[in-house]
C-alpha cells in the first residue's frame, strides 16, 4: 500500500516536473527569436524621438531608423543653414534645387492646404516666430505687425516645379506641422526593410507602430494625454498605424492673465481658439495623421467631424475645452477611457 | 521504510518547487523604475520606492543638470541650459518623459503599463 502510494506521488512529481521543463523550454525559445526588446533614441526635429523594436532584426532595424530620421532632418529643418528648406526661404525668390521627398512632401502639404480650406498652412513661420514660439523668446505682437506678416504668408505663393522650389522674398516655408509624421513614416520603411516586424516610435509623442501585435501576441497600448493635467485621459489599444496628438498644452506663454498657445489660426495669424483642447488623428499614414491633428485643431469640433464624415481610414479623438471627450465610432470600442464624459461621434 | 524515505524526499522537492514558483509568481514587480540617460546612454537606473531622498548631478559640455529624489519622485531641480524646459516639467509623471534638449539629458519611467503616449 505505501509502495503504491509512493509510486503515484513519484509520477505525478515527474509529470509536474516534466510540464514544468516543457514550458520553460518553450519559452526559452520565444525569448531568443521573438521577445529581444531593443530600444534606440535620438535627438532630432527639436525633441526626443524613442524607437522600441522587438525581434533579432531590431538592432539594425533602429540603426537604419535612427539614420532615416538625422537625414530627413537635414533636409527639412528650418534653422539648419545647410537644409534644403533654409535655401528656399533665403535664396531672396530664386529658384532651388531640391530632393524628390522634399519636392513629395511640399506637394502633400499644398494639397492638405487645399483639402483643409486653409488650416494646414506652411508658410505662417514668420508669425509664428513673432510671437516667441520658435525661441521661447514669447511676446504678444501687435495688430499691425500681424497684419503685415500676414501679408506674406500664402501656399498658393509657393512653386514647386520639377525637382525645384521657390518662395517669394519675406514668405517662408516651416515644415513643422508635417515632417515628424512624414519622418516616421520613412524610418518605420526602413525598419521594416531590415525585417523588423513588431515595433513602435515615439517621435517626441507622435506614436507610430509596426505590426498589428507585440511578440507576446497582446496589441499595443497607447496613452493618450490629458490636456488640463497630470496622466492620460484614456488608453487606445491599436494595431499598426500612426497616433498622433495636437494640443496648445505643449507649449504656451502668459502674459497679462491671457494664455496664449503655439498653434495659431492661419486666417488671423493669433492662437487658435476654436474650443478644442487637444486633437488625436489616427490612421495608417503618420504625415497625413501629423497634418491633420494641427488643422482640425484650428478648425474645432464641428468642422472637424464633417472632415472625418468625408473621409476614409481615418479616426479622432477630440477634447474640447470644457473637458468633454470625443470618440469616432470606428475606435470607440478600442478606447478605455479614464473619464466620464465620452460621447461617440457617428458617421 | 524505503517507500516512506522516498515519499518524503518526494514531498520536500515538490514542497521546493512550490516555493521557488511562488516566489517566481510572486517577485515584486518593478514598477517605478526612472533611468537617467544621456545621448542615449544610460547612467542611472532608479527603484524610486527605495532610493532615499538625494540630488544628482550631471555634467554636459561644462553645463550642470541637477536631478532631484525626494519621497520617492524625481525632478529636474535646476540646469545650466537656456529654456529650463526641463526644469517647468516638473516632477516625472508616466508617458512624460523629462528631457533637456541642450544637455542631451533625459529622465523616464523603464517599464510603463502601456506603450507610449501621444502627446
Redesign the interface.
Known amino acids: 500500500m505505501?509502495?503504491k502510494?509512493?509510486a503515484a506521488?513519484?509520477l505525478s512529481?515527474l509529470l509536474?516536473?516534466n510540464s514544468?521543463a516543457a514550458n520553460n523550454s518553450d519559452n526559452s525559445n520565444a525569448n531568443v527569436t521573438d521577445d529581444i526588446k531593443n530600444s534606440?533614441?535620438?535627438?532630432a526635429m527639436?525633441?526626443?524621438m524613442t524607437i522600441?523594436a522587438y525581434g533579432q532584426n531590431g538592432k539594425k532595424g533602429i540603426e537604419a531608423a535612427q539614420k532615416e530620421i538625422t537625414r530627413l532632418e537635414k533636409l527639412w529643418s528650418v534653422t539648419d543653414e545647410n537644409s534644403e528648406i533654409y535655401s528656399i526661404d533665403h535664396s531672396g525668390g530664386s529658384e532651388v534645387p531640391i530632393s524628390a521627398e522634399t519636392e513629395e512632401l511640399l506637394n502633400f502639404a499644398i494639397d492638405m492646404h487645399r483639402q483643409t480650406k486653409g488650416a494646414l498652412d506652411i508658410t505662417l513661420y514668420p508669425v509664428l516666430r513673432a510671437w516667441g514660439f520658435t525661441t521661447?523668446k514669447y511676446r504678444v505682437p501687435d495688430d499691425s505687425e500681424i497684419s503685415a506678416l500676414l501679408e506674406c504668408k500664402g501656399v498658393e505663393r509657393i512653386s514647386v516645379v520639377n525637382g525645384n522650389a521657390s518662395v517669394p522674398e519675406n514668405t517662408e516655408i516651416d515644415l513643422g506641422a508635417v515632417a515628424k509624421g512624414c519622418a516616421g513614416d520613412a524610418a518605420a520603411k526602413a525598419l521594416k526593410e531590415q525585417g523588423v516586424t513588431s515595433a513602435?516610435l515615439?517621435l517626441g509623442?507622435?506614436?507610430q507602430?509596426i505590426g498589428d501585435a507585440?511578440p507576446d501576441g497582446t496589441k499595443?497600448?497607447?496613452?493618450?494625454?490629458d490636456p488640463f493635467g497630470?496622466?492620460?485621459i484614456g488608453?487606445?489599444t491599436v494595431g499598426e498605424c500612426a497616433?498622433?496628438?495636437s494640443?496648445g498644452y505643449?507649449r504656451f506663454f502668459e502674459q497679462d492673465g491671457v494664455i496664449y498657445k503655439h498653434i495659431l489660426d492661419p486666417e488671423t495669424g493669433r492662437p487658435a481658439d476654436s474650443g478644442l483642447a487637444s486633437v488625436?488623428v489616427i490612421g495608417s499614414e503618420g504625415r497625413l495623421c501629423d497634418a491633420l491633428s494641427t488643422s482640425l485643431y484650428v478648425m474645432g469640433l464641428d468642422d472637424a467631424c464633417a472632415y472625418w464624415r468625408n473621409s476614409e481610414d481615418l479616426e479622432m479623438i477630440l477634447i474640447s475645452d470644457e473637458g468633454g471627450v470625443y470618440v469616432t465610432e470606428g475606435i470607440a470600442e478600442d478606447f478605455s477611457p479614464n473619464v466620464e464624459n465620452v460621447t461617440v461621434i457617428e458617421r | 521504510m524505503k517507500a516512506r524515505t522516498v515519499c518524503i524526499i518526494i514531498t520536500l522537492v515538490i514542497l521546493c518547487t512550490a516555493a521557488v514558483w511562488c516566489g517566481y509568481v510572486m517577485r515584486p514587480k518593478s514598477g517605478k523604475t526612472a533611468v537617467i540617460s544621456q545621448n542615449g546612454k544610460v547612467l542611472y537606473r532608479i527603484d524610486l520606492s527605495s532610493e532615499k531622498d538625494r540630488t544628482i548631478e550631471v555634467t554636459y559640455e561644462g553645463r550642470k543638470n541637477t536631478i532631484e529624489i525626494n519621497g520617492g519622485r524625481i525632478h529636474m531641480k535646476c540646469a545650466d541650459c537656456p529654456d529650463h524646459i526641463c526644469v517647468d516639467t516638473g516632477w516625472l509623471e508616466d508617458g512624460k518623459p523629462i528631457v533637456c534638449l541642450p544637455n542631451r539629458l533625459v529622465i523616464e519611467y523603464e517599464n510603463g503599463d502601456i506603450d507610449g503616449t501621444a502627446r
Do not use: P, Q
Not at chain 1, 40 to 43: A, L, N, Y
Not at chain 1, 220 to 225: D, L, N, T, Y
Open positions: 505505501k509502495k502510494y509512493a506521488v513519484l512529481a509536474m516536473l514544468c534606440g533614441s535620438v535627438f527639436d525633441t526626443y522600441t521661447g513602435l515615439d509623442g507622435n506614436i507602430t507585440k499595443w497600448k497607447v496613452g493618450i494625454r497630470e496622466g492620460s488608453t487606445l497616433v498622433i496628438t494640443g505643449e488625436t
